[in-house]
Nanobody, 120 residues
Framework: QVQLVESGGGLVQAGGSLRLSCAAS????????VAWYRQAPNKDRLLVAT???????RYADSVRGRFSIYRDNAKHTVDLQMNSLKPEDTAVYYC??????????????WGKGTLVIVSS
């Protein structure tokens, strides 16, 4: 049974940092591309970062240079380090796992999300 559990969200002041983590089980972790998405209130879910099983990470323009995605194949975790946070980063953040080594939304598995609030 696939289980993805995000943690690390919370309230932070603008300019601060948070590190989100996603623990995965029931998935062939090392063969799965991973991603972080976020959904602000009344907005669509948008891509934040992806990391395939080979190659480097990709980031949304809005977070490039501030956020970093990491995966630990031994611990089965995917982290999102978020620095220089802005109020517009406020959202529920979701981790996703693809069914293959290249990120693809179709058929992806999702966690329930963790809320990040950035105060001004």
């Amino acid at each position: 049974q696939v289980q993805l559990v995000e943690s690390g969200g919370g309230l932070v002041q603008a300019g601060g940092s948070l590190r989100l983590s996603c623990a995965a089980s029931g998935i062939p972790f090392s063969r799965s591309a991973v991603a972080w998405y976020r959904q602000a209130p009344n907005k669509d879910r948008l891509l934040v970062a992806t990391l395939n099983t080979s190659g480097g990470p990709r980031y949304a323009d809005s977070v490039r240079g501030r956020f970093s995605i990491y995966r630990d194949n031994a611990k089965h975790t995917v982290d999102l380090q978020m620095n220089s946070l802005k109020p517009e980063d406020t959202a529920v953040y979701y981790c996703g796992f693809a069914r293959g080594g290249v990120w693809d939304l179709r058929g992806a598995y999702w966690g329930k999300g963790t809320l990040v609030i950035v105060s001004s």
